[in-house]
């Protein structure tokens, strides 16, 4: 099977302008938890949610299929970072508390994963995946944005986006199902922290190899009018996630 790796070569963008998940989010997942004693972050990508869950678990184990995300991965005592695919692992038989995955269940192959996952899970124990959705500013730039994503890199996306634009809601989710609130990130950015962001997309990269130049430089020009002198704006993401029992 070939693993789709859209990261490797932009680690370093990835890590500096992805926005973090909110600390509700974890609340509600730890609430549902029976222990934290090990936890399992899939294509952790940076280490952002391994670093969070490492406060809170005695032991994260945390994989990705890019070593260069890793490498610029957050460095903690109790988080072991591993290369591998999420469908094939070298974890004992029923390991694990919980297993998350941030914004990445929609590149795996789902029937060899969800297998892993319940050969590696205690249980009793949880699998968290969760994504987010298009950002929002305000009207204006809002319109902006959405021409962007939709008529300049939206040829670019693979067919998996299709899958976040939906919410996880039509692919199979084979556990316990908890049933989950929604939640947001809210982030202050500058311009520079916006568009930083829109280059990590996957469909701007591709974009990017395709075209020879990068699109947000003149998505950028037309934003400054409307971005004006103001330092930083709220930039909000709505965050949906899919919360089950293993076993």
């Known amino acids: 099977m ?19 998940y909110p600390a509700e989010l974890y609340t509600f997942i730890f609430q549902h938890l029976k222990n934290r004693d090990i936890a399992w972050d899939c294509a952790t990508g940076n280490g952002q949610v391994a670093n969070y869950l490492s406060k809170h678990f005695k032991e994260v184990q945390a994989t990705d299929i890019s070593t260069q995300q890793l490498e610029v991965a957050a460095q903690v ?12 692992t070298p974890f004992s038989l029923h390991h694990f508390d919980l297993i998350t995955v941030g914004q990445a269940l929609h590149w795996f192959n789902l029937n060899e994963f969800y297998a892993e996952v319940n050969r590696v899970g205690k249980p009793g124990s949880l699998l968290a995946v969760w994504g987010y959705g298009l950002l929002s500013v305000n009207a204006d730039i809002d319109e902006l944005f959405l021409d962007f994503y ?8 693979d067919e998996a ?9 039509d692919i199979p989710f084979p556990f316990t199902n908890i049933p989950s609130p929604k939640f947001f990130m809210e982030v202050e950015w500058t ?9 990590t997309w996957s469909a701007t990269q591709k974009y990017i190899q395709t075209n020879g130049h990068n699109p947000v430089t003149e998505f950028t020009e037309k934003l400054k009018p ?15 996630l899919k919360l089950g029992v293993i076993g």
Do not use: M
Not at 2 to 20: C, E, I, N, V, W
Not at 77 to 88: G, S
Not at 194 to 199: A, C, E, H, K, V
């Open 2 to 20: 070939k693993h789709k790796d859209y990261f490797s070569g932009h680690s370093k963008l990835y890590a500096t302008f992805r926005p973090t």
């Open 77 to 88: 005592k109790n988080i072991k970072y591993t290369v591998c695919p999420a469908e094939k």
């Open 150 to 157: 939709n008529n300049i890199v939206g040829p670019y996306w």
């Open 161 to 169: 986006r299709k899958v976040v634009e939906n919410e996880y809601n």
């Open 191 to 199: 311009l520079e922290q916006f568009t930083g962001y829109l280059t």
């Open 226 to 240: 409307i971005w004006k002198t103001v330092h930083s704006r709220s930039v909000t993401f709505p965050v949906f």
